[in-house]
Structure formats: C-alpha cells, structure tokens
C-alpha cells in the first residue's frame, strides 16, 4: 500500500483483556518497528524487527507483551492482561533500512478501562 | 534515564518569525539525527536529518544545527507559517537501527 496502516484506530478494552494490534507496513520495507505513546511521554521503543532476524525485544515493558511478524508483511502486536497503564497510542512504522526515515502508521489508540 | 531531552514542552512564535527548537542527547554513540513533525491523530512524519559528521543540514525553511561538543542540535524554521504548528520530535540513532525519541515539543504559530 501507499503507507503504513494500522488497525483498529481506537480500541477501548477492560482490564485484564487480551488486545490484538495490527500493522500493514509499506510494501518492500525490510524493517519494522513499534513504538508507544503515552500521555505526555515521548515515543518509547517497544520492538524492532529487520527481515529475517531474531527481532530486537529490548523494549518491550513485560512478558504481557508480545509480537509477531510474517515475513516482511503484517506484524502483529499482543498485550495479554491489560491494565490501566498500557493505555496509549501504540504506533508502527517501517523503513527501508537505508536512510532511517522511517514512516509511520497513524496509530492505535489503546485505552484501558 | 532519558537519552534525548527536549526540555521546552511548549513554544509560541508570530507567523513570519524563526522557529528554535533544540534538543540535547547525552548518548555520546548517537550518529544520527532525526526530526518528525506530529499532527494530531497522525503519526509522526520525517522532516529532517542530520549525520554526526555535519554540523548543519538545510532542506528550504528548515535547517537543523548540530553541536557535537555540547551534545545539542536544534531545528529552524524560517520563516514560520501557521501550517508548521505540530509537536516536534527529535530523535537519534546509535548502534542499532532503532530511534530514541524525545518527549516533543509543541509549536504554535500565530497568525
């Protein structure tokens, strides 16, 4: 596609939920990444994935956190259990991997209740 | 700890004026610099980069200044148009392809 989307827009979810984000990267972009925004924060690095390496977990904040990507396609993001501080805008974006402009997703804005 | 810190939250200019935005890193491994504009609802958007080994980048009204002595850089805008309003992102990259970001500043221009 034309950019990187990213599905649902909005999630409201209970706590103790499991939620399941979704991201579409542009097509041909070897490397993907998650970030998350929460309320007056600046953008905190979740996970990285570059083609068929193991991906870079570092940031991920707990074992309640998970994701997965099929080839260099779809990613999916999981966050088991939710609690009331996973609420955030939760953004993807991809990049070539040769100039590290990386595009973004508009984000999902995860809010849980 | 924070590695990229974008100590002002907020700036307001007059439209037509220049636009300082600056940020400090205290990752001395950085090697790159970034800027994202960020509307609301959107996510953030490229606007420029700089390689440790310059010390100014332009791309037309916005030029972005690297000090690596003071681990600074900073983002001009000039002149300042109303459309420039957006949280600005500064971000780095050391070591590995993944960004730091800062917290973002917000940019009002005022007509």
């Known amino acids: 596609g034309a950019g990187v989307s990213q599905s649902p827009s909005n999630k409201v979810t209970e706590k103790g939920k499991d939620v399941e984000l979704r991201c579409d990267p542009i097509?041909?972009?070897?490397?993907l990444y998650w970030y998350r925004q929460r309320l007056g924060q600046g953008l905190e690095f979740l996970i990285y994935?570059?083609?068929?390496?193991?991906?870079?977990k570092s940031g991920l904040p707990s074992d309640r956190f998970s994701a997965e990507r099929t080839g260099e396609s779809v990613s999916t993001l999981t966050i088991q259990r939710t609690q009331q501080e996973d609420s955030a805008v939760y953004l993807c974006?991809?990049?070539?991997?040769?100039?590290?402009?990386?595009?973004f997703g508009s984000g999902t804005r995860l809010t849980v209740v | 700890d924070q590695q990229v810190k974008q100590n002002s939250p907020s700036l307001s200019v007059q439209e037509g004026r220049i636009s300082i935005l600056n940020c400090d890193y205290t990752?001395?491994?950085?090697?790159?610099f970034l800027w994202y504009k960020k509307y609301p609802a959107e996510g953030p958007t490229f606007l420029i980069s700089?390689?440790?080994?310059?010390d100014k980048n332009e791309d037309g009204r916005f030029t972005v200044f690297l000090n690596k002595s003071a681990k600074h850089l900073s983002l001009h805008i000039v002149p300042s148009q109303p459309g420039d309003s957006a949280v600005y992102f500064c971000?780095?990259?050391?070591?590995?392809?993944?960004?730091?970001f800062g917290k973002g500043t917000k940019l009002t221009v005022n007509p």
């Open positions: 994935f570059q083609g068929n390496s193991a991906p870079d």
């Open positions: 097509s041909g972009h070897t490397a």
């Open positions: 974006a991809s990049s070539s991997g040769v100039n590290y402009g990386y595009t």
């Open positions: 700089i390689s440790s080994i310059k």
């Open positions: 971000a780095a990259r050391g070591g590995s392809e993944k960004l730091v």
């Open positions: 990752n001395s491994m950085f090697d790159y």
